[in-house]
């Protein structure tokens, strides 16, 4: 089956730098990668997600690259806030027909941006 | 998106009993899924809740310990049977519209088994 793997586990960045979250995953046939941010004590949310089809998706601050032949993805966080402090999940699936794939999902990366 | 609100939001049981953890979603939703996320880790989906069937389990999780329910396209539960303190974990309920739409999550139930 497939398996993520994610790296940091934790981060520590300045107000205003960039952050780089990378994942990798194990089934070729994967075809989604959404990216999830969890607060603390509150349930993940998707922050912003990629199909195989394209190599880089952009909103705002935030960017997710996909590189097919080496079976991995990233998050790139820009101009970071205090606000950005949390949780991020990486998850890879496979989705396609009317069957349900399991979203399988990396170890997590604690982000910590100070002011 | 959907809104999900589950209940309750925390707990704290005692061992050897059952919590009955609720999801409603303010619409119809083809999936709904039960992860258990235990203290500082990952998600891990425990089942698929289909509706008017039985659940669909992952391996490592069985319907005698988490019987869930699913009664129409808007709610669900998941019960967490004869608990022990391993059973102490946030217990999430996630939703998509169609298999090959996005996921959304509740905001979890943190339950604490003593």
């Known amino acids: 089956g497939e398996n993520v793997e994610q790296h940091p586990s934790t981060l520590s960045v300045q107000e205003g730098d960039s952050a780089v979250i990378k994942c990798t995953y194990s089934?070729?046939?994967?075809?989604?990668f959404p990216w999830y941010k969890q607060e603390l004590g509150k349930g993940p949310q998707l922050i912003i997600d990629?199909?195989?089809?394209?190599g880089e998706k952009k909103d705002q601050r935030i960017a997710v690259t996909l590189n097919k032949t080496a079976k991995h993805f990233s998050l790139h966080i820009t101009e970071t806030q205090p606000e950005d402090s949390a949780v991020y999940f990486c998850?890879?699936?496979?989705?396609?027909?009317?069957?349900?794939?399991?979203?399988?999902f990396g170890t997590g990366t604690r982000l910590l941006v100070s002011p | 998106s959907a809104v999900i609100s589950q209940k309750p939001s925390r707990d704290i049981c005692q061992r050897g009993t059952s919590l009955t953890i609720q999801c409603q979603v303010d619409?119809?939703?083809?999936?709904m899924f039960w992860y258990r996320q235990q203290p500082g880790q990952s998600l891990t989906l425990i089942a698929t809740?289909?509706?008017?069937?039985?659940?669909?389990?992952e391996s490592g999780f069985v319907i005698d310990k988490f019987p869930i329910s699913r009664p129409n396209l808007t709610f669900s539960t998941l019960t967490v049977s004869n608990m022990s303190p391993e059973d102490s974990s946030i217990y999430l309920c996630?939703?998509?519209?169609?298999?090959?739409?996005?996921?959304?999550f509740g905001q979890g139930t943190r339950l604490t088994v003593v």
């Open positions: 996630s939703v998509s519209g169609q298999p090959n739409t996005e996921a959304f």
């Open positions: 089934d070729s046939a994967s075809n989604y």
């Open positions: 990629i199909r195989s089809n394209v």
């Open positions: 998850a890879a699936s496979k989705r396609g027909g009317t069957g349900f794939q399991k979203l399988v």
């Open positions: 619409s119809q939703v083809t999936m």
């Open positions: 809740a289909n509706q008017g069937s039985e659940a669909t389990y």
